[in-house]
């Protein structure tokens, strides 16, 4: 395990990259088993905010490939 000092509070917005390296950190860290839950409940707090915020989506706000329209 490591302390709360190498790995510090991020209330920013984060691209691919910044996730893929913090999600490394943690894996380093903390081992898989806890990333996995830690990502988890990421994922549940992302959800209820969403709700929270009534932002919605559905198939109508998807973009599709004309070439692929078929698939959908």
């Known amino acids: 395990m490591t302390d709360q000092a190498e790995l510090p509070f991020y209330n920013k917005t ?5 996730m893929r390296q ?3 950190k ?5 081992g898989i088993a806890s990333t996995t839950n830690i990502l988890d409940q990421v994922k549940v707090l992302g959800f209820q905010q969403a ?3 009534s932002v919605s989506s559905s198939i109508d706000d998807l973009s599709t490939v004309p070439s692929k329209a078929w698939l959908v």
């Open 14 to 18: 984060m691209d691919k990259t910044v």
């Open 26 to 30: 943690l894996v380093i860290c903390f």
């Open 51 to 53: 709700t929270k915020a």
């Open 22 to 24: 913090l999600i490394s």
